[in-house]
């Protein structure tokens, strides 16, 4: 299973657009990349996946280059609400284990 | 149902207790997923079902643990004789279709505490 590393943590002003990125440098031909949303006390929720390119939808883009090695999610003009963990997943045929690693935590400041 | 809902949202257990923990998914939702989650990290996968056949239960602490799915809906993980390593958060996730190329939805999860 491809290994991700991402930062532990980032701090971020409202309003400002926030990129984290992704390395996952094992990563498989058939494997997608997936970003999920954790608040306090509440399970992850999907934000965003993608296999190559750019991927945009109402609450992020995904943007991956052609090696596909790394990924970046950018969350346009972030408010205090992002604030939150993000988690890169990287994942695909072959197996049904996902793994979540620390993720990076986000804190948006007023 | 509006989504998943796990049951209870709180446990407290004494050491060597034993203990159930339910999950009901979304409606239709064919494969379903554990998790644990300690306090500060990332979800830990534990097991993982396609409608009632367990198909990967390598996360698996150990013989303490034990999952079931029966009727391929509603699934209960069942930690016996709980150590303290055993508080952290349980989640449990359903995917509408195979796991490849999913969107995992989550329910709150159950937080277990063992004194």
């Known amino acids: 299973l491809a290994k991700t590393t991402q930062p532990i943590s980032m701090d971020s002003y409202e309003g400002q657009e926030v990129n984290i990125t992704c390395s996952h440098n094992n990563i498989a031909t058939n494997d997608y990349i997936t970003w999920y949303q954790q608040f306090p006390s509440q399970g992850p929720r999907f934000i965003i996946q993608g296999y190559k390119t750019k991927v945009t939808n109402e609450v992020a883009s995904l943007f991956i280059p052609a090696d596909r090695k790394s990924s970046t999610l950018s969350l346009p003009r972030v408010s205090l609400s992002d604030t939150a963990v993000y988690y890169c997943?990287?994942?695909?045929?072959?197996?049904?284990?996902?793994?979540f690693g620390a993720g990076t935590r986000l804190f948006v400041k007023a | 149902g509006a989504g998943v809902s796990q049951s209870p949202r709180y446990k407290v257990a004494k050491r060597g207790q034993d203990v159930a923990l339910r999950c009901d998914p979304i409606s239709g939702h064919v494969s379903l997923f554990w998790y644990q989650q300690a306090l500060g990290q990332g979800p830990e996968f534990l097991t993982y079902f396609q409608n009632e056949a367990q198909l990967d239960k390598s996360g698996l602490p150990s013989d303490r643990f034990f999952a079931e799915r029966p009727e391929g809906s509603v699934s209960t993980l069942k930690i016996q004789r709980t150590q303290q390593e055993d508080s952290a958060v349980y989640l449990c996730a359903s995917v509408e279709s195979g796991p490849i190329v999913n969107e995992q939805f989550f329910g709150p999860g159950t937080r277990l505490t063992v004194l």
């Open positions: 997943l990287v994942d695909g045929a072959g197996g049904f284990k996902t793994i």
